[in-house]
């Protein structure tokens, strides 16, 4: 008998939402004690919390990017920096070994149940937040790179914190590598003390529960999760799915770059194999493989029902087959920086087309399929120091069987929120001159696909931005008869020596210099429609 056959289903629930509290909690103490608007305004972070092994037994609804990649930067963490004490905080970036991209920082703090070196270790907590600048050739750390050196400084696991002592060496290197040091110092602090909230709440939860009790349920909540994955799958009928999309380009060249699926599904279990995908490519929308294994729980997710705890025992029921050495396994040291925000969207839509053919009447049209990255850096006039501004757009949602697609939102893989007007403004030398719904941008069908955005930037000061986009070449799809969404455009307005305007059309990613008075907009893409239009 297994140990959830033994907990009646009301325990179960309560302590599940209990160790999802936790990690709700980190979040909240993250956001408020953050420094920059990526984090504070825009919620770009991830918390959870981990069983001994490095197994993810709670995720807070953060960002599904983080998804899949957390448990291996817990893994890693556990590889290289074991044995821990209490007050230990190791910290890393390195996509290579459990990181997403170098923007996305993660710290993992071990939980003992007291603050003595001998009691027993309970878990781990950890959160994963993205900072707006880590160094590297542009500003905002989203470059249009061809090597990961060129993206900012890559930390691999190391104790930051060492029995509760800051490694001030460790932190002055990290500083001296952004542009933007005192905003990356008070974000890291925060993320400091969201793990110190999480130690606090597990430890209660433990002392209520005892510890034999805590692991037994524990143990009941992945094997929860592990069914109701399994019951999702039996939803899909036996048999083999294929789909294949395309990436814009690689930001190097503008040849098309082919993600392909082969999804098999036997009522048990889920075989998801990406070859047939492209070779990794000289530019930035490399893939490394944890975040190509949390787009494809992300679409799992999507099929359990919706207050399913996010945990390990999800993952047992799916097998991934990601080649080395294709876009959505990239060998080091390949730049990777768009692959965690653009490739990983390429991914959900390839999954969701592939399972179109199985769940006809439950899978909707894609979605943006993009999340329209914008980094833009200088000087501040106002205070004589760097900035850097890093933002995602939100766009149009696919329609869906028997609804419209929502418009003007984050989608799939991202999950955060715009910046408010007066956020930015106050924040950075950039004024907002236009925000508006795109109407008319998503598809047609029985059920219309959600329409993108327009947001026009005008800069107060000169300025290196960087645009890493998609679906400005192919659009997002529809479904059943829907039509295409319409792609998106990348716009440059500047001032010409007559004092005329001249507007140009940049490519889905594109480095430029701007000067005071320019100004960039940016429309996003339509979702495609559902269904054939009576």
């Avoid at 420094?35 to 069983?51: G, H, M, Q, W």
Wanted: charged fraction near 20%.
């Amino acid at each position: 008998m297994t140990a959830s056959e033994t907990i009646d289903p009301i325990s179960l629930a309560v302590f599940t939402a209990a160790l999802s509290a936790i990690a709700e909690e980190m979040g909240a103490a993250l956001q408020r004690s953050s420094y920059s608007p990526n984090i504070k305004e825009r919620l770009d972070f991830s918390c959870a919390v981990f069983d001994p092994e490095g197994q993810m037994i709670a995720q807070a609804a953060h960002i599904p990017a983080h998804l899949g990649s957390m448990p291996d930067s817990v893994r890693t963490a556990l590889d290289q920096c074991a044995p821990f004490a209490p007050g230990d905080v190791v910290i890393l970036n390195d996509p290579y070994l459990g990181g997403n991209h170098l923007p996305d920082i993660t710290l993992v703090s071990p939980v003992f149940l007291t603050d003595d070196p001998t009691s027993e270790l309970l878990g781990f907590v950890a959160n994963r937040a993205h900072h707006a600048d880590v160094g590297g050739i542009s500003p905002g750390s989203m470059p249009i790179a061809t090597e990961l050196f060129q993206e900012g400084i890559i930390i691999p696991p190391i104790k930051l914190w060492e029995g509760d002592k800051l490694n001030q060496a460790a932190l002055r290197l990290i500083l001296r590598n952004v542009r933007t040091p005192d905003e990356r110092r008070g974000d890291l602090l925060a993320q400091y003390a969201a793990n110190r909230t999480g130690i606090r709440r597990l430890r209660e939860v433990v002392a209520r529960y005892g510890t034999t009790t805590y692991r037994k349920l524990s143990h009941a909540v992945l094997d929860y999760g592990e069914r109701l994955a399994r019951e999702a799958v039996r939803l899909i009928p036996p048999g083999t799915y294929r789909f294949t999309d395309f990436l814009d380009d690689d930001g190097t060249s503008d040849e098309p770059v082919p993600i392909a699926v082969t999804v098999t599904a036997d009522g048990e279990t889920l075989v998801v194999d990406f070859s047939g995908t492209a070779s990794e490519r000289p530019g930035t929308i490399n893939t490394v493989e944890t975040v190509t294994k949390s787009a494809v729980y992300y679409v799992l997710r999507c099929l359990m029902p919706e207050d399913t705890p996010m945990n390990h025992g999800v993952f047992r029921v799916v097998r991934i087959i990601a080649p080395p050495g294709t876009v959505v396994n990239a060998r080091p040291q390949r730049a990777v920086a768009g692959g965690n925000v653009e490739t990983s969207q390429r991914i959900v839509d390839v999954l969701f087309g592939a399972l179109a053919q199985a769940l006809p009447d439950l899978i909707p049209a894609a979605s943006q399929g993009t999340m329209n990255n914008i980094t833009i850096g200088g000087i501040d006039p106002r205070t004589g120091q760097p900035f850097a501004y890093y933002e995602t757009l939100g766009g149009g949602m696919g329609a869906r069987p028997g609804l419209d697609g929502l418009s003007g939102i984050h989608v799939h893989m991202s999950n955060t929120r715009n910046t408010p007007v007066e956020a930015l403004e106050y924040a950075y030398p950039l004024r907002v001159t236009r925000y508006a719904l795109r109407e008319g941008s998503g598809g047609h069908g029985r059920f219309r696909g959600g329409d993108g955005l327009i947001r026009e930037l005008e800069f107060l000061t000169d300025a290196e931005v960087t645009l890493l986009t998609e679906r400005r070449r192919f659009a997002p799809w529809g479904l059943q008869g829907g039509e295409s969404g319409m792609t998106g455009r990348n716009l440059f307005i500047r001032q010409s020596t007559d004092g005329k305007e001249e507007t140009i059309t940049l490519r889905s990613k594109h480095r430029l210099t701007v000067h005071r008075g320019d100004r960039i907009r940016i429309e996003t893409p339509g979702g495609g429609g559902w269904g054939t239009a009576g």
